[in-house]
């Protein structure tokens, strides 16, 4: 089994879209995520203001899903395929820039 994080940065849409975007990533998006084959938990996080500076970080909300998983590059895929496809996605979130993704393999120790 292969053990990951999977680090999604991202933003609403616009300000005034904030609220929305988080009650639909909180009570929607999180479901989602936390149901896809594989994910063990997915937790989101916030830039505090004093820690936002948009020139060096233009992503405020972090989401980090953990993965156990046989194949972690078709569960990753999967993962990313799912969120493609929801509608909010789309509505919700700044698409430019993009969402920042990386995955993080746990290595033994």
Known sequence: MARAI???ASNPSSADAEPAYNDWYTNTHLAEIRSAPGVIGAHRYRLP????TPAERPHRYLTLVEL???DLRTAVIG?????AASPEAAKWME???MPAVTV???LPG
């Open 68 to 70: 156990d998983v046989e």
């Open 6 to 8: 999977i680090a999604i």
């Open 79 to 83: 993962l990313l395929g799912r969120a």
């Open 95 to 97: 698409l430019d820039p």
């Open 49 to 52: 203001d004093a820690q936002v």
């Open 104 to 106: 993080w393999e746990r």
